[in-house]
């Protein structure tokens, strides 16, 4: 016989364990600039706009996090992730895919003391369809920052200091 679903409640949860979000939010059919808010941590971000979408991470707070979706190829300016203010920085790193000719991956590092941004051009340094990118604070100075970037040709470091 087929067990039926439960949800997790606190009766049948006796360690308090916390679950995947069921419905995350989704947001998308930006325009060129947007500062996401706080209370949009845990959303998905669409980069849906070929003409580029330049998107500025809220102030620092501990937990937060901010999924990244490249539904659509950036082909002009660029798909740009940025930090506050320039005393914010990101930690971590990208892998990045050649995507058309040797399919080289490479990682590049965000190194937590400078890079304050993460662009992608559509072509070295990614931004092309699934590509995709998370963002999770974890100080009031550093938001760690991890994903698999697509591009084509020789890849490039996506990590930038402004």
């Not at 949860?13 to 500062?35: D, V, Y």
């Not at 003409?51 to 740009?80: E, R």
């Not at 203010?85 to 971590?92: D, E, I, K, P, W």
């Not at 895919?97 to 590092?109: I, L, P």
């Amino acid at each position: 016989m087929t067990q039926p679903y439960s949800m997790v409640t606190t009766n049948n949860n006796p360690f308090n364990i916390e679950h995947a979000k069921m419905n995350q939010a989704i947001i998308s059919g930006l325009g060129a600039t947007r500062t996401l808010l706080e209370e949009e941590s845990g959303s998905l971000i669409l980069l849906d706009r070929a003409a580029g979408i330049v998107l500025t991470l809220p102030a620092p707070k501990i937990g937060m996090s901010f999924d990244f979706v490249v539904s659509v190829s950036v082909t002009s300016n660029n798909y740009k992730i940025i930090t506050d203010a320039g005393t914010t920085f990101l930690v971590g790193g990208i892998l990045s895919n050649d995507t058309d000719t040797s399919g080289a991956a490479v990682f590049f590092a965000a190194n937590g003391t400078t890079h304050i941004a993460l662009t992608s051009n559509g072509s070295t340094t990614g931004g092309l369809i699934g590509s995709r990118f998370r963002a999770t604070c974890i100080s009031l100075t550093q938001w760690l920052i991890e994903g698999i970037n697509n591009g084509s040709g020789t890849v490039a470091t996506p990590m930038a200091t402004s």
